[in-house]
């Protein structure tokens, strides 16, 4: 974990403990959400810690508190947290292999998929993975152990506008990313889709369709680059060598 402090800098650090406050406030949020809809505290803090996904969690005590059944509910959830498919193939490939996978499984969600895929050298990027990770791990279920306990004090979450602090950070840390033309079309092409599936599909579950836009993008490029192959670049010692080849090949001129 130390080494990890070491290999961030600054202003990755400050971002990674905006997002972990951030969280907790969001958790809180769930926690009122939840002690509404009917469950105890530990309950709420024990599907915090165990499911660490926001998004499955709130449709699930979405579906309770409609007087849905826990089942329909569980499955939902799992439904919508089919995203982190995608966010294991982004993020898997800066990991470490092995048993300490399954416990950077656990870890793998909207927040840590977010920093990690920010970073382009894969040490930094799993650095960035395993604080956020524990940041999100320690934040989350501590909100919605306080929210639990808040909520018999606030009726309506909603009113507080937390809902909207969390996709505007997820926004925030992902626009860098968006200088790229292709990741800037694949997120435009993922967006209209997501926008365009969300009447149809439940809550959490367009982020899912919006992955058919970086599918579309990759398609695109490999189908271009074997229809025009690349010609190798001609370098200087490539160059030199061939002057070489070429004097030596030129015929002697005699006197």
């Not at 949020?29 to 599907?47: K, N």
């Not at 499911?51 to 939902?76: K, M």
């Not at 909603?158 to 968006?178: E, M, Q, S, T």
């Amino acid at each position: 974990m130390r080494s990890a402090w070491q290999t961030l800098d600054g202003a990755t650090l400050r971002a990674l403990a905006i997002m972990s406050a951030s969280v907790l406030v969001i958790g809180l949020s769930y926690g009122v959400v939840a002690h509404s809809a009917g469950l105890d505290w530990w309950q709420i803090v024990g599907i915090a810690t165990l499911v660490l996904a926001g998004s499955s969690e709130f449709v699930f005590v979405g579906i309770l508190a409609a007087g849905g059944s826990p089942i329909v509910g569980a499955l939902a959830g799992v439904l919508v947290n089919t995203r982190n498919f995608g966010y294991g193939l982004a993020v898997g490939k800066h990991l470490r292999r092995g048993p300490a996978m399954l416990v950077s499984a656990h870890l793998i969600n909207d927040e840590t998929a977010a920093v990690t895929t920010a970073e382009a050298d894969p040490r930094r990027a799993r650095a960035a993975f395993l604080l956020c990770g524990v940041g999100v791990l320690l934040a989350w279920p501590t909100g919605a152990a306080l929210g639990a306990l808040l909520g018999g004090l606030v009726a309506d979450p909603a009113v507080l506008g937390l809902d909207a602090a969390f996709p505007a950070l997820l926004a925030a840390l992902a626009i860098p990313a968006l200088r790229d033309r292709r990741t800037g079309a694949a997120a435009l092409i993922g967006g209209v889709l997501a926008v365009a599936l969300t009447p149809f599909l439940p809550a959490g579950l367009p982020v899912v369709g919006a992955l058919a836009g970086f599918a579309a993008v990759e398609a695109y490029h490999r189908i271009g680059s074997h229809g025009h192959p690349e010609t190798p670049a001609v370098t200087t010692e490539d160059k030199a060598v061939t002057s070489e080849n070429t004097l030596t090949a030129a015929p002697e001129v005699t006197r």
